[in-house]
């Protein structure tokens, strides 16, 4: 066992640590302390899923994408279109959501996964260009650039309704995060996730080995395609609304630097990485609204440039020259 | 000397709450697009609410303050700006919300402000149906029905065959239906119409089509700012001029913080707008001098600037109606019977029924004065023009 023991593996201890609960921890602490930062705090667990998402092909499975924003952005549409025209029941509009977010991956994943590199890379980016370009331009649908919003999400359950200050949407964020946490973590220490860092890490090698490689990324591309849909429709549902920027390269580039910024291929980076990158952002566009992409800008610098690993990366360092130093 | 303790920390805690009642501060919420390709138009907001602060800042009630708190939505992003406008409310507690450069940003917006009954005034944005999705919305700019109906039945009179070039967006597919029943009405034909993505920046290719059709009159509608500059161009790069037609539209694509950079390409556009930075009322002058004192002597205030500085006075003006003691309801009462005698437009006042801006609506023709391009204003078309639009579709 090389690296560091919280990345998890197929030949680390898979019980949950103490610390693992720390997040949640702080997540439900967040609900009561600060009741009036929830609209935010819904939108940074959505964005927290999502990197998730990206966390599970990028970082364990090697799959280089710009292009995640597609399956966010279908997830989000499909929820939207589904609220609009059949029914505003949040919990079918979640479970649509992801499946039909899960077919796309699964469908586009079949064809740009038999490349590798930069090829790969430019059909991801493709693929975003197409699902951006249709929901402009099929406005009777999608509504275009003015974006699709009137509906009203039903209560979850018809027990918990949507209310101003986000409080049921951020506990039905948190709820879905924790699925989807307790499922990523599932993959990555099973054999099927061993697998995966093996493709990363040595392709030519695990043909050799007789591994199903293209059928491995096709399986792991799908389930982080579904699991990016969910995160839209729980967007589209905490906000009643969708606009084109969820299916722009902006946002995949966003979401490429918040996870880059916490730390990739270490399940935990994807939770860092955007509370850090949002809350940032956040308080810089409040202090200077016209200035404020300049902080975010300098911020990434410091990291490429001084923090290789991302934020969870200085804290492995700390940690082993403070145990170093204890013995 | 307990009782002295007493009547000394009682004294102290009735002087501390009175203070807390006489220092009021209304607190605004400004969201506005200061990144982003479209922040040109947010610096057209800014520019005007600045001014106003700087001229009227202080014309208060004694002991109320105005607290901005500004936000960017980074150009035409409804669920963003939702989000931002939910903090406002939530978070910093507004009093009022304003600012909205892009229309699908203030719709995403209009119905959370009827939610939280907070009072909502449009700076720019103009989409035409916003006011009956919330009772809380009022707008101080414009809609494209005001200027783009009229400009149709001007046009059908003087040209037989007009071809339509429009953003495709609410504001522009409302700009491109105005246009066509005012034009059609006044006997004129549609030759084609065509719709260009909003985040375009190259109309060649739209113009070469234009060209082919060979129309007597082309009508454009843009959301302003760089991209004017642009439509501009592509009209220029085609020669669409020598080639006899007519460019026209709301005053949009000759949006006067742009003219200057447009060229003498521009000369002979005849649009029907609300402002030009050019008339001469004495109430538009003083305003284009301290602009011009405030940003320097070549920069002209586009309609923008005057949306936001003509919100801002009528934020002003309910503030000090209520005495800074801000109550939604109340407010909205006042807004729907205010009148402004002295924009730098002209009159304005808001229609009590549908909450929406009136105004004159001017004919203006791009002429050279005193060496520079101006929109000249030829004619008033309307006097105290209501949104056409909402006169034909009534609120049911």
Redesign the interface.
Known sequence: MTGPAHTGSYLSDPRVRPMEWLPWVLALVCYFAAP?????GS?ILIMILFALSLDLILGYAGIITLGHAAYFGFGAYVAAILAVRVTADPLIGIAVAGISAGLLGWLTGLVILRMRGLTLLMLTLAITSICYEIA?KA?ALTG????L??FNMKPILGLFKFD???KTGYLYCLLFLFVAWWLVRRIIYSPFGASLTGIRENVARMHALGSPVYQRLVAVYTISAALAGVAGGL?THT????????LSFDLSGDLLVMLILGGVGRIYGAFVGPVVYLLAQDSL??QF??Y??FGIGLMLVLVVMFARGGILGIVDRLLLRIRRGNT | MLTRIIACVASMIFAASAGVAVAQTVKIGLI?T??GPTAAQGDQL?KGVKLFMKLNGSKLPPGVKVEL????DAG?????A??IA??L???DKVQFLTGLVW??NA??IA??AA??KVPFISMNAA?VGIPY?SDYFARVSFTLWQSSYPLGQWAGKKYKRAYTMVS???PGHEAEEAFIKGFKESGGVIVDSVRV??AATDFSAYMQRVKDAKPDVLFGFNPAGKQATAQMKGFADLDLGKAGVKYIGPGDITTDEELQGMGDVALGVMTVHHYSAAADRPANKAFVAAYKKEYGANLNPGFMSVGAYDAMQLIFDAINAQKGKMDPQATMQYIKSYKNANSPRGPIAIDPETRDIMQNEYLREVRKVGGQLANVEIEVVGKMVKDPWKQLNPKK
């Open positions: 009036t930062y929830l609209p935010l939108y402009n406005t275009g650039a003015d974006g919003g009137g101003l200050f986000n967007l906000t009643e609304f969708v606009g084109l920027k969820v566009a409040k609204p016209e404020w992409y | 506005s200061y990144s800014d708190v500004v936000r960017d035409a992003n409804p669920d963003n939702k989000r939910q903090e409310i939530v978070r229309t699908p719709a995403s119905p959370l939610e939280a989409g999705t495709d967006f609410a993505p909003l």
